[in-house]
């Protein structure tokens, strides 16, 4: 059975940092382009950050830029989401997702999904 887990995700401070994981089972990402989605309460969906199957990455929301990183270890079949200097607008759901090709920052592109890893920012 093809699955994502994401995980890492929890309450933290402005200004704090913190790292999600995308792992998978079932399947090797190696092949594949890997999304960070977030959905903040009462809010559409929104692209993050996405990193191809070659290393490659891009960035979607300016809000985050200079913030977060992405990252991939093929070895241990997973994908990072790096956050740092944490804001409380950035409070959200977090979901990871993979498809075949390059990167899009629509989710309705993506194949395989996550149940998600909630963040929330707040003193």
């Known amino acids: 059975q093809l699955q994502l887990v994401e995980s890492g995700g929890g309450l933290v401070q402005p200004g704090g940092s913190l790292r999600l994981s995308c792992a998978a089972s079932?399947?090797?990402?190696?092949?594949?382009?890997v999304g960070w989605f977030r959905q903040a309460p009462g809010k559409e969906r929104e692209g993050v950050f996405c990193?191809?199957?070659?290393?490659?990455?891009?960035n979607y929301a300016d809000s985050v830029k200079g913030r977060f990183t992405i990252s991939r270890d093929n070895a241990k079949n997973i994908v990072y989401l790096q956050m740092n200097s944490l804001k409380p607008e950035d409070t959200a759901d977090y979901y990871c997702?993979?498809?075949?090709?390059?990167?899009?920052?629509?989710?309705?592109?993506?194949?395989?999904w996550g149940q998600g890893t909630q963040v929330t920012v707040s003193s």
């Open positions: 079932g399947f090797t990402l190696d092949y594949y382009t």
């Open positions: 997702a993979a498809k075949v090709g390059p990167c899009s920052r629509y989710y309705s592109n993506y194949n395989y």
């Open positions: 990193i191809s199957s070659s290393g490659g990455s891009t």
